[in-house]
Each structure stands twice: as structure tokens, then as C-alpha cells.
């Protein structure tokens, strides 16, 4: 059974603290790995696809990178803005749903 | 247009009440989504539409009832729903069968949905 675990659950970081956020799988054959951002009451926002180990993809403040085991969020010198949870997913040639969600890390970044 | 449109954005029901969900999309996606969502939960699938046709139940209570008229709209028709059936319900849409990135999501806004 595929299954994503991400880590820490919360993070509070003040503003310019540069950090990063964890995913860890584990699939039968990845085909996919996704981050995505969700603001409250809103719905997830599509940041990244990572297809295999070694990738990396950039969007402003936020890189993410891709290992045969886990993911990582890096988030260099948050704003405020950055405030959300973040939510990593996994889409695999053996599981039957499109897409296993992790829980998610909620990060809050202090002004 | 890269948006999926859902309505209503907030919805309070009896749980005697009928009401339905809505959810719009004009990018030609041809699968569709129904997720439930609790407060600080990741989003837990119910249903899969693909080519307008349902592929995937994921033994969701038949008080919740999915239905796709066409290959841009997705609805969800509730009936007798408990107060524990309150959540934020997102749709979602994607390009089945195209390769990798064919579960790239787009989600809507989700509606907000309180049952007394």
C-alpha cells in the first residue's frame, strides 16, 4: 500500500529563516511525486511534479528536490505570505487512487 | 482558463434538507473528483468520473450522490446528512490517460458544508 509521511506536522519559522519540509513514500513505482499549497478554507494550489530521483524545480522561494525515498520542500527566506499548508502526494503505477495525500506540514512564518 | 468553479461556496443544511454541489471546468479535462476535507486532514477521495463515467467509489455513504451530466460538470447531490459529513468538499479535475502528468490536479475553491 503506498503511503506518505510528511514531516514536522507544524513549523513556525520567522521571517528570512530559511527551512525545509520533508516527504518520505513509499510506492511500488512512483510516477509522480506533487506539492501543493493550501491556503485555509481554500483548495490545494499545484506547485511541483517530480518524476524521478535527482530532480530538482524552482518557483520563487521554494525548490523542491526528489530522492529514490522522500521529498523536500526548501523554502529560502520565507515571507509571511508563505503561510499555508503544505501538502506532498504521490501517484503510483500500482494503488487504484489517483493520488495518496500526506497530512501535510502547516507552516506559519513570522513577520 | 485554468480554473475549476465550484458553487456554492458556502452551504448550511438540515439534515433533512436535498441540496446539491456544483462544480464547473473548461480545460477539455476529462476526469473529475469529489474530495472531502476535515480541518487540519488531508483531502480524502469519494468519487472518480472519467469520461464522464463513474470509475471510482470509494465507499462513500449513498446519502452522498455523484453525478456527471457532461464532460464539464461534476455535481454532488446530498440527502440525509449527518452532522459528521460536515467538511470542505473540493472538485478537482485532470487529463486521464496522457502520461505522468496525468494526476496533476486542478482543485476548486471547495465548498464549505455545515450540517446541523
Known amino acids: 500500500e503506498d503511503q506518505v509521511t510528511q514531516s514536522p506536522e507544524a513549523l513556525r519559522l520567522q521571517e528570512g529563516e530559511s527551512s525545509s519540509l520533508n516527504c518520505s513514500y513509499t510506492v511500488s513505482g512512483l510516477r509522480g511525486l506533487f506539492w501543493y499549497r493550501q491556503d485555509p478554507g481554500k483548495g490545494p494550489e499545484f506547485l511541483f511534479t517530480l518524476y524521478s530521483a535527482g530532480e530538482e524545480k524552482e518557483k520563487e522561494r521554494l525548490k523542491a528536490t526528489l530522492t529514490k525515498k522522500e521529498s523536500f520542500l526548501h523554502i529560502t527566506a520565507p515571507k509571511p505570505e508563505d503561510s499555508a499548508t503544505y501538502l506532498c502526494a504521490v501517484h503510483s503505477y500500482s494503488g487504484n487512487t489517483p493520488l495518496v495525500f500526506g497530512k501535510g506540514t502547516r507552516l506559519s512564518v513570522i513577520a | 482558463d485554468t480554473e475549476v468553479t465550484q458553487t456554492p461556496k458556502h452551504l448550511v443544511m438540515g439534515m433533512t434538507n436535498k441540496k446539491s454541489l456544483k462544480c464547473e471546468q473548461h480545460m477539455g479535462h476529462r476526469a473529475m473528483y469529489w474530495y472531502k476535507q476535515k480541518a487540519k486532514k488531508p483531502p480524502e477521495l469519494m468519487f472518480v468520473?472519467?469520461?464522464?463515467?463513474?470509475?471510482i467509489n470509494e465507499s462513500v455513504p449513498s446519502r452522498f450522490s455523484p453525478e456527471c451530466p457532461n464532460s464539464s460538470l461534476l455535481n454532488l447531490h446530498l440527502h440525509a446528512l449527518q452532522p459528521e459529513d460536515s467538511a470542505l468538499y473540493l472538485c478537482?479535475?485532470?487529463?486521464?490517460?496522457?502520461?505522468?502528468?496525468?494526476?496533476?490536479?486542478?482543485f476548486g475553491s471547495g465548498t464549505q458544508l455545515s450540517v446541523l
Open positions: 478537482a479535475s485532470s487529463r486521464p490517460g496522457q502520461g505522468p502528468t496525468n494526476e496533476k490536479l486542478f
Open positions: 468520473y472519467s469520461y464522464e463515467k463513474l470509475s
